[in-house]
């Protein structure tokens, strides 16, 4: 029995029953060690509010085309880090970024840098589905309209909303609120909504913990089908649902200084499979097999 | 018989029965209960007597009675000035606070960062909610009437300066504090789940204000808003002092025209008008001061209605 299997026999808090052919999902173990130039390079990336460290010395790579998981305890910093990447973190005033994150070589924190040009490009979908209070329709349309998009929507909004595995089911109350839907379509409604801007990279932040397990399995098998088209990185503290979709995996972990301050930090790096099978730190062996966490 | 045991059933219903706890509860509710009612019997009490007071102007005048101007006259006196005074006014308030107080509000909720400077300017907001209007009438006497005096507007001569634009200023001075604070408390309710999804696909800070946090916060905007007018419409104090008219004697020229009314003619309002039939020596004015009262609740509901209704329709509108 290898590593993989037996952590997936162990129920965890979260989400004990594991999807029905989540195996078949199985992303491609056979992730190329690849030296192209990443989409995103990550370098001694740390994070503050305020005075209090949340993230120290990242580094990490983002290739393209590939999903990579962030994974790890409560308050390690994932979503922080994630949060990075579209300079979602500027929304906190008392946030502070070090190191640099290169995206296509450019550093997105470069003072000419526009925090909204960023977001346009790499879309974000929340922990908790947040669709506009409007129509299913406007909520799609959103960002395309504000990115100076004029015309008929129709198509965009067909395509979008048929990526995201939602188009069968709405497709007769596109002018309904947003809000009428169930927890899991109003998450694949988010998901059109992100990818409707045409993105280059989704950004996904534990998008599954409010779903129930089947709602959970069409995420996944969405995941799956969308990093065709896109580069993703998802966070997540489910640590089957990392071995089910991501190609590559980042173990983040925390410490505890003596004042109680807690600082999350970059445990491990790796192809999932041999992150699952064969970890080199035994942090994250203790991790993944439920010793700790 | 000997004592047997006692079965489930007996020790299950003494257990189960009323005890002290349970009329303590009633005891609480009934005495909550009593003091909301006896608020609500006083405020009956009063409509009652205002109303009783009331009808013998209404039945031998009807309502020609809001239509007909002041006059030292009891069978002659009306209150059209009152009428029109108030609702120029409050219209007075509701263009000059409301957008000065939505702008103020979004500028302090939405864009200021969080500094010492911001948190100084919120508790002096709050402060000057607090502050009695009858400092807002000295502010008024001082900085708008004697301002429109010296030479603002050059027909004001013949009032000195004691027109409508010096009371709805005054008034919107007055109210300006508890708008911004009633605003804000309404944007600070919409939850930041909406800001972040619409930052998310790369919109920028105006357009997530006007597209998404806006529209969600109006109609507790419009809540604030209709609460803030409502006081406007019964101050007194502030007007005395900023120069509104309080006698019978009160003529309006009839070629004064719109701005004319504005700023060259006097003005009263109906709480003003109250108070002045209230301070009458004859006894026939307790009549007309209860019918004034009728007329300015009335006024008041309506502006309330109307802004709820509204309010309701747009809600309506949002869950599409």
């Known amino acids: 029995m290898t590593m993989v299997d037996e952590i997936r026999a162990t129920p965890s808090e979260s989400e004990s029953s594991e999807p029905v052919g989540a195996r078949d999902q199985r992303a491609n173990p056979e992730v190329p060690a690849s030296t192209s130039q990443p989409v995103f390079d990550v370098e001694g990336l740390s994070v503050h509010y305020g005075s209090f460290r949340a993230v120290k010395d990242v580094t990490l790579p983002i290739r393209e085309h590939e999903i990579t998981a962030l994974i790890g305890p409560s308050g390690c910093g994932k979503s922080t880090v994630l949060r990075c990447f579209n300079r979602m973190n500027d929304l906190i005033e008392s946030a502070r970024v070090g190191g640099s994150v290169r995206y296509h070589g450019v550093d997105l924190y470069g003072d000419d840098v526009d925090p909204v040009e960023v977001r346009r490009r790499i879309g974000m979908v929340f922990q908790k589905p947040n669709p506009f209070p409007k129509s299913i329709y406007e909520n799609i349309v959103f960002g395309p309209k504000i990115a100076g998009q004029r015309g008929n929507f129709d198509d965009l909004v067909e395509e979008s909303l048929t990526k995201a595995a939602l188009w069968d089911e709405v497709k007769d109350k596109l002018k309904d609120s947003a809000l009428a839907l169930s927890g899991g379509q109003q998450q694949r409604l988010c998901i059109a909504r992100a990818i409707a801007t045409n993105p280059d990279v989704v950004l996904m932040d534990e998008p599954c913990s409010a779903l129930d397990p089947i709602a959970t399995l069409r995420i996944e098998e969405l995941m799956l089908e969308l990093k065709k088209d896109y580069t993703i990185i998802i966070v997540t503290h489910n640590m089957q649902q990392a071995a089910r979709v991501s190609d590559r995996t980042a173990f983040f972990s925390v410490d505890v200084n003596d004042g109680g301050q807690r600082t999350g930090r970059l445990v491990e790096f790796d192809v999932t499979d041999k992150m699952f099978t064969s970890p080199t730190e035994t942090e994250t062996e203790q991790y993944i097999t439920g010793r700790f966490g | ?320």
Not at chain 2, 180 to 205: C, H, M, N, Q
């Open chain 2, 1 to 320: 018989m000997a004592l047997s045991a006692p079965t489930a059933t007996e020790v299950v219903a003494v257990s189960l029965v009323r005890g002290r706890r349970s009329w303590l509860n009633a005891g609480i509710t009934g005495a909550l209960f009593f003091t909301l009612l006896s608020s609500l019997i006083i405020l009956i009490t009063l409509l009652a007597d205002t109303i009783a007071k009331a009808m013998p102007v209404f039945q031998e005048r009807g309502l020609s009675f809001v239509f007909t101007g002041l006059s030292s006259r009891v069978e002659t006196a009306g209150i059209v000035q009152g009428v029109i005074g108030s609702l120029a006014l409050t219209a007075f308030v509701i263009v000059v606070a409301f957008p000065l107080g939505t702008a103020a509000a979004i500028f302090l909720e939405e864009y200021a960062r969080d500094s010492r400077w911001t948190r100084f300017i919120n508790a002096n907001i709050r402060n000057l909610a607090g502050v009695p209007s009858i400092v807002y009438g000295i502010l008024g006497l001082f900085l708008f009437v004697k301002l429109i005096n010296q030479g603002l507007f050059d027909i004001a001569a013949g009032i000195s300066g004691r027109n409508l634009v010096a009371g709805g200023l005054t008034l919107s001075v007055l109210v300006l504090p508890i708008m911004i604070i009633t605003t804000a408390e309404a944007l600070r309710a919409v939850p930041s789940s909406i800001r972040e999804a619409s930052f998310g696909v790369g919109a920028t800070k105006w357009e997530t204000i006007r597209s998404h946090v806006l529209p969600v916060a109006l109609p507790a905007m419009l809540t604030g808003a209709v609460l803030t007018v409502s006081r406007a419409f019964g101050e007194t104090a502030p007007l005395l002092l900023a120069g509104a008219v309080l006698s019978q004697y009160f003529s309006v020229s009839a070629d004064a025209g719109f701005f004319g009314l504005l700023t060259d003619q006097p003005y009263t309002a109906l709480p003003l008008i109250i108070y002045n039939f209230a301070r009458q020596p004859e006894a026939e004015f307790i009549q007309l001061t209860a019918a004034s009262i009728l007329v300015l609740l009335v006024m008041l509901l309506s502006v309330n209605a109307i802004a709820i209704l509204a309010r309701d329709r747009m809600e309506e509108k949002r869950k599409i």
